[in-house]
Each structure stands twice: as structure tokens, then as C-alpha cells.
């Protein structure tokens, strides 16, 4: 294993430290691996708490700021942070109108949040809504499983409910709305080789060089099938035909295309990917109308891409639009 | 034997902690092949602290140990087992009350609340490839054995040998909870990590009540 | 090897045809691989133009904007753009107050700009500058050698010459001001795997599992020097020390630091780096006020990072902090 | 024979061309243990781009061959290769003005004009480990042979073997100019590629008058 690192033990709290001294406008509880806006908490505002394991960066502290979240809990790598740290994040950023949980779909992420919410209504009267995001069609969904992951769609609905907060929403409507933008949104990823977690030293699955897999999680958790390696303009059908199948993209005012990489696919080939995968959606009826291309939600080393696909509405469109400033995602400010 | 003073739990604690990081490399290769290869290290750094939590601040009696034992657990694993682990411990200290030492049946109810728990957190039943899969039999060879009259060392052999074989029985099975069920009929064929570690929790009371005796 | 693309041949021109369709706010000349402001040429302001071999995204196309460049050409992988392409860059740009071309030193890119600086001085009554930008300590200067490498801090010299473009600065103070922030740094760099280049399909260079390579350069070229695998204490020390031993940063109004991901790295990786090297500045007398981690300099799909100093002043504090509208970097606006 | 004339040197380049394409991946090799690994690609995509347009827009006279030529590598080169061969062709092109077949005393000027333009344009001098070592040489042999009163078939054939041993004479070299500088002694050992494309261009010379003999 070739890392950057010391001790993979001291991983996760040391690159906590490196992010603190680089962000000024954040503050770092580098005991409870909380990282907050430096103005928090906002007096008004519904503050947006996310998190979730660590090695998915810039997810999550990649989009804390205005327009966007309030606060991310860190776990360890590929690990769920744990409910004493979302309770203190949670009165962290309580601005008195309520703090919404955005829970990326994992059963570990959901049953630590869940605990989370529990111990913050025994300790405060901060009022918490919860909502889970479940984007990944690679899974089949069902009452009697985990049901789908939650992937690249967080970044819509964290982004999209971040500009509405900003705006004085109340917590039932920004929960809504975040209910609103999961459901118009579908994700599908594949990837081309393993990445390696720091604790296990070595590739989590062996995948020959000559095949891929399909439907692969943002954890390095095997996906639906291996197929051999194949070229761009079919990969991007593998991804695209799923995410079509599952939901209709051809209303509304056009939708919102995320491809991206799982960290080691070099953005050349991310372009060339959303390349290959407009021109399949054109075909297909749906327009894209905006546009993100680049490692946002990663997989430490792995190499591969997902693509998200978000149906867009005035409203929505409005809110994706408007001003935001993380260190992952800004503009306007 | 009178029954599972405070030492005994501790005992139990050590043990089971010895026995993670012995098998650390084993239960993150599970992992790895239909999760996301941290199981290892999770229970590693949750038992841990667990010893450490007990060296620094004894608790006075079992049920102080049983939910400071939960809490830690819950405050220090994350992911999926974290939470059941930790349940699991926090039921069981409701269920002992202010007992200093717990009787055979006393400790199979506790452990039978604190499985029950667990269960209900994790919405899980018999034959989804779980932790509970190990625990479940488990739990029945415990109350057959006290039931039949054997002491309680002989009970949690029995129970021991019940998780290994609960534990064996992942195996073939399709994964319906967590992250082994995103693979679908690819998640066949491979022993679930967390009734691995589940198994290592049952021979660690067994072990530590033998020693005990 | 496993790479998102067709044919490798087709690899940029592919790429291109996505970056055109992902971004609104530039254009795209594919015959002549060129991209540029919607908006060019901006009449009165000198138009910037830089470019090089593509593998390198971000960088050059996702640096062109407002507050930033105006164009860039985007030669094969790793190779050069040509005299033609410039030179027609050149003109699309030029908006009556001439063109500053902001040149990374490698022989090749520094021929072919200067035969375009010919070629465009014999066609149209476009005025010329040319600023060579070499940051890398890791290479000996010497009249008779091809002197210093450009790396990571021409992100500094086009950030800051933009912003002062944008002021309205005339063409020789810009290429002034691009000279004193280039003379301002220097960069460092090590790499733990080799990239691979898509027309060769395997690794540039081999590299033991326990070995690294430092002083490595944005192309692959091989470094300094091979040492053992180490912890990113000592590797943070082994960039800083040949940086630090260069330049006096102690002075102004302290320095921006970039820690730059050469395309593998995690982003959780570069900031435990970033952390490390801030610790080692900081006990050296050097006080980072700005900060820039993550992918911005790429060498393809190439493990490691590199570290850029830039002293500050007033001026170029103020330059830096100036709003940039660009894919890669983006504040204020 | 009477001189090289259009079809000559077209026989030149084209054969320059299957050479290159069939050491591209020994071309990108060499480049890839000094430099960046691209030059095989690099002098492919050119000498197909050349030979392509020579098809599609067939040049009327020597001299409109060598500047077509030069200006296709300027071109669609890129990177150092293609400043430097490109120059080259297009001082040759100046330095045989109207002439539609060169003869042996004006190709070998020709030849050196365009050398020395690649040298005023890489500032580079015998040693520097680059296609000059190849080149320099060669153009000695040449004009030696062309003294010593030999045809041009047999003074390009030892211009070629000069070539050959001047590339072989890299390996040793510490490299003073473009990328492989940067490694300073590490360069030491290793034949430079741009020298072996070099020598490749002096031996498709040879041919072609060979063949065209
Ligand atoms: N819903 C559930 N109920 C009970 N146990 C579960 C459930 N989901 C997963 N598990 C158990 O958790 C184990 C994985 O734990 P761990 O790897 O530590 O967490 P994570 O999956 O969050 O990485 C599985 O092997 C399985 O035994
Ligand atoms: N200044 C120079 N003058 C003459 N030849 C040079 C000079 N610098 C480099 N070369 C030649 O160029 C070759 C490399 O060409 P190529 O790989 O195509 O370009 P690049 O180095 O830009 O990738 C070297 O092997 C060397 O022979
Ligand atoms: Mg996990
Ligand atoms: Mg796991
Ligand atoms: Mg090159
Ligand atoms: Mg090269």
C-alpha cells in the first residue's frame, strides 16, 4: 500500500487537522470529528447536518459553508460517525429553527443517526427531521433489505436544500423539499479497479485487468455485475440505460447530469465520459440543462465513475442556481 | 459458581477483546469480500476501548459494566456495528437490574434482552446473514442446556458450539440486511464477518466462565 | 490498462467534445483544439493565453474565465500544443490591448510558443509577450541546460496576472507582475506510482511497491531521486527542505501554499499533507495566509503531490483574493 | 543518378514514415526511461500527417515538398520533436530554391542548412544528448564521402552508419538539453529516442536513393 499517510490509525484525525489549519471560515471539533461553519449557529436558519464515513472527500466537509451545510460529522474510513457526535453537531449548529439530518442510505449511517436523533430529543429541544437518501438503481430496492444506497444524488439535495435554508425555509418544508429532490433523482456507478482502505493495507477485491464492475458502491462494495472491460461509449450505456429505466427524465425543465469520479480516473477521462454520456440522454429525450464533472464524492483511490441524473424544475433549477460557497462546490459568492 | 460478578463480565470483556484483535485480519477479509473491509477494524478499536474504558474506570457492579461496556461501543465503532453491538450491551444492563453477581439464568435472560434488542435496531431475522444468525441459536443452546440442568460453563460451550454452527450456516445464504444484501445472490458463498464476530463474543463468555470456575 | 476512453488516439479531441458540452461559458475550436471565453475577445483588456500538453486537468482548460485566462491550447497527452493553434488562440483573444502568453517551461512548449509569437507577429499587428514560468527547485538551473520546470505555481501567476488583467493593466506591466509572482515561487514534487500514458498503455516508469520518487516532474519524467517508501511526515520534510532552501519565504506579508494532488491522491490524503507541511513552514518562519489542496496540476492517473510557495505581498494578496469565475478555481462571483 | 527529385524525396519521406511506425513503440520506450514517454506517438502521428498530405496534395518541386513537409510536423507534432524536425525541412526547403532535382552536393548543403536550423532552434550543441548526436556526425560522413568523390547511394550509406554510432554514443551521455536534463546523471545510460529517430531519418535517406538507384 502507497499512501500518503503516518500511522492509518492517525489517518482520518490527521487529515482533519491539515483541513483545519487550511479553512478558515471552518471550525474543526477535532474530539468529536465535527467540522462546522465558523459562523454557526446561524439564528434563524434550519441548520443541514450530513456525514458520514470518511474517504469520500470532498464529501462531506467539501460542502460546508453558505448555501450549503451547516456541518458533517466525520467516522472513520468507510464508517459511520457515531450518534455523540451527530447529538453535539446537531446543538452545534441549531439556529433555533430546527436541524434536518440528510442520511446517506447505509444501515450503519441510518441506525447511528437514528440513535442520534434520539439522544438530541432526551438532551435539548432541538426539533431534528431525518431524510435518507437512496439515488443507487444498481440496488434493488425492497421493504425487507438495506434498500438502495445513497450516492452521487446527495449532492443535489444537500446543494438544493442549502440554498432554500438560506432563504428562512421552515424544517418540514426543507425536508420535503430534500424527499423531493431524492426522488427525482437516480444514480448508477461502475468502477475499473479496487481502491484500498489504509486499515486492510491491500485492494478490497480483486478485479482482473481486463474486467470492470458494474453497479459498484461508494465503499468499494462489489457491485451488480463483472463485465469485461469495455469501451467508453458502452460503459456509459451500462450506466445511463439503468438510470433511464428506472425513472422518466424526459419532463420537467431538463435535468441536472453529475458524472463523477471515484478518485483515481484523471478528469480527462471524466469529460470524455460526460461526453459520451449527453449525447446518449439527447438521444433518450432528456436534456441536460446543468452540469458537474469532477471527483465529488470519491472512493479513495478507486478508479471508475458514477453518473447522477436529477430532474430539474423551475424551483429547483432556481435553488441549484443560487449562491453557494464550500470548498467542494461555489459560486455566486 | 455463584454467578458473573463484575470480574467475570471483565473477564468475558478481555477476553473477547484478545480475540478480536487475534482474528482482526479475518474478519476484515469477510468484509472485504461482501462489505466494505472494515468489520476488523471496527470491533478492534471498539473493544479496545472498551478495556481501556474498564481499566480507567471500573464500574461498580454488572449492570455499570454491561451499559459503560454499550456506550463506549456505541460512541467508539460507527458503521452497522456499533450500534447493535452497543444496543446489545445496554439492554442487557437494563435487564440485570442491581444484581452483583448474575446466576446462570439470570445472565441467558439478559442476554436474550440484549439480542432482542439488537434485533429490533437492525430489523433483521433468522436467515438474513447477519450477526443474529450466530447469536439466535446461540441463545436457544443456552436455555436448552440450563435447561437440562448443566452448569453454566457447560451451557455456554454448548451455546458456543450452537454459534459456530449458526455462524457456518452464513455461508450459503443470500444476504437480506446490510451491506453483503447490495450483492444479491453474489453475497452466496461467503461467511458473514459479523456472525464471525458474534460467534468470538459467545466462546469468549464460555471461555471466561471456564476460567472462572 | 484501464482508462474511461475509445481510442486512445481519439482520447483529447473526445475529451474536448465533453468539456464543450459540460461548459457553457467556454468555446471550443476543435479543429484547432483551442478553448476560450464565450465572451472573447474582451475588448481593452490583454487577452491571456497559456496551454500545454493535456493530462494535466484541471489545468489548462479549467483555469479560463473571468479573473483568470482567456484561453488556452491543449496539445496531445503530455505534448505540446503547436504554433498554428496559438497563434489563432492568439488572435480569437486579442482585444486591442495584446496578448501575454503564459509559457511552462519545457523545451518544447517554449519553441512552439515562440515560433507562434513569430507567426502571429508576421500575420496581424497583435502585440506579443511571452512570460516562462519556472517554479521546480527539483531541477539544477543553468544557462546551458533546460533550466527549471514549470509546475504548480503557474496557478498562482495566472490567477493573479488575471485578476490584474481584468484591472485593465497594460500588457508589459502584466508580464511584469506574471514575473515577480513566478520569480516569487517555487514547487517541489514526488510521486508514489507512475502515470500511464494512453498511447503507450503501460506505466511510464517502474516503481517498487517500497520506493518513491522525489523531484518527480508533471509529465512522469523521472525525479531527483529514489528513496524508500516513508510516512508522510518525512516526505512533507523532503519537499519542503529544497523549497525552503531556494527561496527566503520568511519576509512579506506571508505566503500561499498549494498542495497539489497529481491525480490518484485522495483529497483525505492531501490534507493530511497539507497539515504536515503547514507545521513544517510554520517552525520555519514561514506563515501560510492562503491555502489551495487538491487536484489541480494532474499527471494523469499518477499517485503523489507536489508542494508550491508563493511570497506575498500587499498587492498580490489582494490580486489573489480578487473574484475568478473558472471551473477550477472560483470566488467572489 | 541524376539528383533526388520530387518523387526522391517523397520515396524519403515515406519510407521515414514505415520506419518510424515500425519503431514507434522502441521510440516511446527510450522516451519513457528519460523523458515522458510520448516520442513515438509524437514522430507517428507527424510522419503519417506528412505522408497523408503528400497524397492528398502533391507537391510540384523539391522545395515545395521540404516546406509541406516542415510545416505538416510543425504542425501536428508538437512537443520538442516537432519545432526541430519541422525547422528542419523548412531551412532545406530555403536552401534548395528552384531546383527540381537536387543533386549530390545540394542535398548534402541542404541537409546541413537544415541541421543547423534545428540547432539555432534547440540552442543545442554536440554532447547535449539529443538528435544533433546523430545528425552532426552524419553530415560529416556525407560530405566526406561526397568528397572522396563516392555516389550519394554509397556517402548516404555512410552518413548512416555515422548517424548510428553518433545515436549509440548517447547512452553515456549526461543530457544538457529538454526533458531528459532534468534527471542530470540518472540520463547517463540510456540511448536518447530523438537521436534514434535521427538516425532512422539518415538511414530512410539511404534507402530511398538506394531504391531509387
Ligand atoms: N440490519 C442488520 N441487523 C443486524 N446485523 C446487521 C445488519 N446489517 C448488517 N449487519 C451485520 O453487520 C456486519 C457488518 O458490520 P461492519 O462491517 O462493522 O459495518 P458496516 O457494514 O457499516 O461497515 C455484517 O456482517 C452483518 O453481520
Ligand atoms: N534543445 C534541444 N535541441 C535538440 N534536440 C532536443 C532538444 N531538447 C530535446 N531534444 C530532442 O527531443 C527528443 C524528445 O522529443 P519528444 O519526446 O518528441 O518531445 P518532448 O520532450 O517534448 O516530449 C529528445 O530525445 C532529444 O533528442
Ligand atoms: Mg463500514
Ligand atoms: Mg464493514
Ligand atoms: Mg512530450
Ligand atoms: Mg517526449
Known amino acids: 500500500m502507497k499512501k500518503l499517510l503516518n500511522d492509518p490509525a492517525d489517518l482520518v484525525a490527521e487529515s482533519l487537522r491539515g483541513l483545519d489549519r487550511a479553512h478558515p471560515e471552518l471550525r474543526v471539533d477535532h474530539e468529536n470529528r465535527i467540522i462546522y461553519r465558523a459562523d454557526a449557529p446561524v439564528s434563524g436558519k434550519v441548520g443541514l447536518l450530513s456525514g458520514g464515513g470518511s474517504g469520500h472527500e470532498p464529501a462531506h466537509a467539501g460542502f460546508i459553508g453558505p448555501g450549503m451545510l451547516d456541518a458533517v460529522c466525520a467516522g472513520e474510513v468507510f464508517t459511520s460517525p457515531v450518534p455523540d457526535q451527530m447529538a453535539e453537531a446537531t446543538k452545534k449548529i441549531d439556529g433555533g429553527a430546527g436541524v434536518l439530518h440528510l442520511v446517506w442510505n447505509y444501515t450503519g449511517d441510518v441506525m447511528n443517526f437514528d440513535m442520534a436523533a434520539e439522544l438530541a430529543a432526551a438532551e435539548t429541544d432541538t426539533t431534528v427531521e431525518a431524510v435518507v437518501m437512496n439515488d443507487d438503481v444498481a440496488v434493488e430496492d425492497s421493504l425487507f433489505t438495506a434498500g438502495r444506497r445513497g450516492t452521487g444524488a446527495a449532492i443535489a439535495v444537500e446543494k438544493i436544500v442549502g440554498a432554500a435554508a438560506e432563504q428562512g425555509r421552515s424544517l418540514s418544508e426543507l425536508a420535503d423539499l430534500a424527499r423531493r429532490v431524492n426522488d427525482n433523482s437516480r444514480s448508477m456507478g461502475m468502477a475499473l479497479t479496487s481502491c484500498t482502505v489504509p486499515a486492510k493495507g491491500s485492494p478490497t477485491f480483486d478485479l482482473p485487468d481486463d474486467e470492470i464492475e458494474i453497479g459498484i458502491g461508494i465503499h468499494g462494495e462489489p457491485g451488480r455485475r463483472r463485465v469485461p472491460l469495455a469501451p467508453a461509449r458502452e460503459i456509459a450505456q451500462m450506466l445511463v440505460d439503468p438510470v433511464l429505466a428506472d425513472r422518466d427524465f424526459t419532463g420537467g425543465d431538463g435535468v441536472l447530469v453529475f458524472v463523477n469520479g471515484t478518485g483515481a480516473t484523471p478528469l480527462l477521462e471524466l469529460y470524455l465520459m460526460y461526453g459520451e454520456i449527453a449525447a446518449l440522454l439527447e438521444k433518450a429525450g432528456v436534456v441536460p440543462v446543468r452540469t458537474l464533472v469532477g471527483p465529488y464524492v470519491t472512493s479513495l483511490d478507486m478508479a471508475g465513475c458514477s453518473v447522477s441524473i436529477t430532474q430539474l424544475d423551475d424551483e429547483l433549477l432556481r435553488l441549484w442556481d443560487a449562491p453557494v460557497a464550500t470548498s467542494g462546490l461555489r459560486w455566486g459568492m | ?213
Open chain 2, 1 to 213: 459458581m455463584a454467578g458473573l460478578d463484575v470480574d467475570g463480565l471483565g473477564r468475558w470483556l478481555r477476553i473477547y477483546a484478545a480475540s478480536v484483535a487475534e482474528h482482526q485480519e479475518e474478519l476484515t477479509s469477510l468484509d472485504a469480500a461482501i462489505g466494505d473491509a472494515d468489520h476488523g477494524a471496527n470491533m478492534h478499536r471498539g473493544m479496545a476501548a472498551v478495556v481501556d474504558g474498564l481499566a480507567a474506570t471500573p464500574p461498580a457492579d454488572p449492570a455499570a459494566l454491561l451499559k459503560q461496556t454499550g456506550m463506549v461501543l456505541i460512541r467508539s465503532v460507527g458503521g452497522t456495528s456499533g450500534p447493535l453491538y452497543g444496543t446489545l450491551f445496554l439492554r442487557m444492563a437494563s435487564a440485570v437490574g442491581g444484581e452483583t453477581a448474575l446466576g446462570p439464568e439470570t445472565f441467558a435472560k439478559a442476554l436474550r434482552a440484549g439480542v432482542e434488542g439488537l434485533v429490533a435496531r437492525g430489523k433483521t431475522e433468522l436467515g438474513d446473514k447477519t450477526l443474529y444468525d450466530a447469536l439466535g441459536p446461540a441463545l436457544d443452546a443456552l436455555d436448552a442446556s440450563l435447561g437440562d440442568g448443566e452448569p453454566l460453563a457447560a451451557a455456554l460451550h454448548a451455546a458456543s458450539r450452537a454459534a459456530d454452527s449458526g455462524r457456518d450456516a452464513t455461508t450459503p445464504m443470500v444476504a437480506r440486511k446490510g451491506r453483503a444484501s447490495y450483492l444479491g445472490e453474489r453475497s452466496a458463498g461467503h461467511q458473514d464477518p459479523g456472525a464471525t464476530s458474534a460467534a468470538l463474543l459467545v466462546a469468549a463468555a464460555a471461555q471466561a466462565v471456564a476460567e472462572g470456575a
